[in-house]
């Protein structure tokens, strides 16, 4: 049975999630879960959504927050910080090969810039720390995970075992294939083409798909904003509110930490062109309900 703090949460997703929809399919999703719709409803498309499922039993309401990437996982776990995590990022475990562990390395560094904190067990474990404990703390604290399915990957002793506890979680799981196609519960996930790529390519395609996925783009939205902030030059400034600019959802606090950002940060409001594009991000949203 749901606490009533856990309602109030899966309802704040949801809503969150669920009103960057079409009007049409809001209330083609409410109806499928059980939930009332309105034809006469004139507030927010957020409100709508409260609204409608408020009074939804904990099943349904449980299904429809998995249904737009959300689980009572997500939320944040006290005390839980493990140093090899950036903070304010998204959190990326990488199953890989212990001999691929230079090109894991160089995908790491590569997935920095979009606001993704990646996880490679032979550069992030301290040799005096417990291996196998530094492993599920990543596993049990990261929001996603992709494996890098080179030739050998499927013989390992630890990679299946890393996709087994991130399915367990309900992660999202990517597969990256370089010679090594999807096996077994794997083969049903997104995979993409490894083999001739940069790692910078696979990392822009990663990106990408994280900011579009359901379950993860929430999360991604939250990270990136973070990043915006945090600009230090105004290279990443203009490089940073491209990747805003690309979102597909929107939280309402996000609008002013960006305005805010533009006054506080000299690195953002010096970027040519930068503070418009903050102004046009948040009219647009605006539009929206935002």
Same mark, same amino acid.
């Given at each position: ?86 903070? @304010?990022? &998204?959190?990326? /475990? ?6 691929? %562990?230079?090109? =894991?390395? $160089? *995908?790491?560094? !590569? ?75 794997? @083969?049903? &996930?997104?995979? /993409? ?6 790692? %910078?390519?696979? =990392?822009? $395609? *990663?990106?990408? !798909? ?81």
């Amino acid at each position: 049975m749901l606490t009533p703090s856990q309602r109030i949460t899966l309802l704040k997703e949801i809503s969150d999630r669920l009103s960057t929809e079409d009007w049409s399919l809001v209330d083609v999703t409410l109806s499928q879960f059980g939930m009332p719709t309105s034809d006469t409803w004139r507030g927010s498309s957020k409100a709508y959504v409260l609204e409608m499922a408020k009074g939804a039993p904990d099943q349904p309401l449980l299904e429809l927050a998995q249904h737009v990437g959300y689980s009572l996982e997500e939320a944040p776990k006290p005390g839980v910080d493990p140093p090899f995590w950036r903070k @304010g990022m &998204f959190r990326l /475990f990488l199953s890989h090969l212990s001999p691929k %562990k230079a090109y =894991a390395a $160089e *995908l790491q560094e !590569a997935l920095l810039p979009y606001g993704i904190t990646a996880f490679v067990a032979h550069n992030d474990i301290e040799p005096t720390l417990e291996w196998q404990g530094q492993i599920e703390m990543a596993l049990a604290t990261a929001d996603s995970l992709v494996a890098l399915l080179h030739p050998g990957f499927h013989a390992s002793n630890w990679t299946d075992q890393e996709i087994g506890f991130a399915m367990g979680r309900g992660l999202p799981v990517f597969a990256v294939r370089f010679g090594q196609d999807p096996y077994g519960f794997i @083969g049903r &996930f997104q995979g /993409f083409a490894g083999n001739g790529k940069e790692p %910078k390519v696979i =990392a822009r $395609e *990663l990106f990408d !798909a994280y900011r579009k996925s359901k379950q993860s783009q929430s999360r991604m939205a939250e990270a990136l904003v973070t990043l915006f902030e945090e600009s230090r030059s105004f290279a990443e400034a203009k490089a940073r509110v491209g990747h805003l600019e690309n979102l597909d959802v929107w939280r309402p606090g996000f609008t002013p930490r960006i305005e805010a950002a533009v006054d506080a940060n000299s690195q953002i409001s010096g970027s040519w062109d930068v503070p418009e594009r903050v102004a046009a991000l948040a009219g647009k949203w605006a539009a929206k309900g935002f």
